[in-house]
């Protein structure tokens, strides 16, 4: 629904998007990690050209009428496929593309016009945060080379408590206490750079089972916290809706703080 219902999340992607490229220039593609693009080993999507994926169902019609008819990068897919096989992991590439709702709905908001190209790497959710980690540090080279590395998901994801009684709650429901704990330990932990206690999440944050009953939507954050390097996490936006869907964005490596926007 923010693709829809903007909210502060989706006032900050708009300012992201100028942000990126006013502090690290214009990226020359996107690669892209969403919780929606899942696969039992790691996948290229490396069309040359994507459409929206409508992945989803039982939300307002208007959101299937949505477009984001982004290019695809297959030059990019060569080259990341390399970098992955360097580091001992084997990927597949397939010239399909499509782009999940995780994926066009921030860069609908971050790049309207659509000209960026984008390569989205579907992932394993069965793996640990450590695999996913080192799967990151072994593209950390791109954000050298104009590659903007964004993962997508969120901090907390627990649908069934979302649409408890029924129906959605509203966007605005106060917080709940399960939700604003773990978030702020998730915050609190990224800042002080303790990735052991981040790594170990499921067992030490509060509410982590609660919400995240299962974990996909949390794991991009290692990915891209792996490409950006093992020192701070600082939080960047910090936003919640329907009470329990946090919305917060983290950004990783040198000179992320200036995302903050």
Same mark, same amino acid.
Do not use: C
């Given at each position: 629904m923010t693709a829809l219902e903007p909210r502060a999340a989706g006032a900050w992607m708009q300012r992201l998007g100028p942000a990126i490229a006013a502090g690290f220039g214009r990226p020359r593609a996107v690669l892209a990690i969403s919780a929606h693009s899942l696969t039992r080993e790691p996948v290229l999507l490396a069309a040359p050209q994507h459409q929206a994926v409508y992945d989803f169902g039982g939300f307002d019609p208007r959101l299937n009428e949505m477009r984001y008819d982004a290019?695809?990068?297959?030059?990019? *897919?060569? $080259?990341?496929? &390399?970098?992955?096989?360097?580091?001992?992991? *084997?990927? $597949?590439?397939? &010239?399909?593309?499509?782009?999940?709702?995780?994926?066009?709905?921030?860069?609908?908001?971050m790049f309207p016009d659509a000209d960026v190209p984008v390569l989205p790497l579907a992932w394993p959710p069965n793996w640990s945060p450590q695999q996913l980690f080192a799967l990151g540090r072994a593209l950390a080279p791109l954000a050298d080379e104009g590659v903007l590395i964004m993962a997508s998901g969120s901090i907390t994801h627990n649908l069934g408590r979302v649409f408890a009684g029924g129906g959605l709650h509203p966007p605005d429901r106060p917080a709940t206490p399960e939700s604003t704990a773990f978030r702020d330990w998730f915050a609190a932990r990224g800042a002080a750079a303790d990735w052991p206690a981040l790594m170990d999440y499921r067992r030490q944050a509060p509410h982590a089972k609660l919400m995240h009953p299962s974990d996909e939507h949390l794991l991009p954050f290692y990915v891209a916290a792996g490409a950006g390097g093992d020192g701070p996490a600082p939080r960047v936006h910090a936003s919640l809706t329907y009470g329990d869907l946090g919305m917060d964005a983290y950004a990783f490596g040198p000179g992320a703080e200036a995302l903050a926007v």
């Amino acid at each position: 629904m923010t693709a829809l219902e903007p909210r502060a999340a989706g006032a900050w992607m708009q300012r992201l998007g100028p942000a990126i490229a006013a502090g690290f220039g214009r990226p020359r593609a996107v690669l892209a990690i969403s919780a929606h693009s899942l696969t039992r080993e790691p996948v290229l999507l490396a069309a040359p050209q994507h459409q929206a994926v409508y992945d989803f169902g039982g939300f307002d019609p208007r959101l299937n009428e949505m477009r984001y008819d982004a290019p695809g990068a297959p030059e990019l *897919a060569t $080259h990341v496929a &390399e970098l992955l096989a360097g580091a001992g992991i *084997a990927v $597949h590439r397939v &010239e399909q593309g499509g782009l999940d709702h995780g994926i066009w709905t921030p860069l609908r908001y971050m790049f309207p016009d659509a000209d960026v190209p984008v390569l989205p790497l579907a992932w394993p959710p069965n793996w640990s945060p450590q695999q996913l980690f080192a799967l990151g540090r072994a593209l950390a080279p791109l954000a050298d080379e104009g590659v903007l590395i964004m993962a997508s998901g969120s901090i907390t994801h627990n649908l069934g408590r979302v649409f408890a009684g029924g129906g959605l709650h509203p966007p605005d429901r106060p917080a709940t206490p399960e939700s604003t704990a773990f978030r702020d330990w998730f915050a609190a932990r990224g800042a002080a750079a303790d990735w052991p206690a981040l790594m170990d999440y499921r067992r030490q944050a509060p509410h982590a089972k609660l919400m995240h009953p299962s974990d996909e939507h949390l794991l991009p954050f290692y990915v891209a916290a792996g490409a950006g390097g093992d020192g701070p996490a600082p939080r960047v936006h910090a936003s919640l809706t329907y009470g329990d869907l946090g919305m917060d964005a983290y950004a990783f490596g040198p000179g992320a703080e200036a995302l903050a926007v």
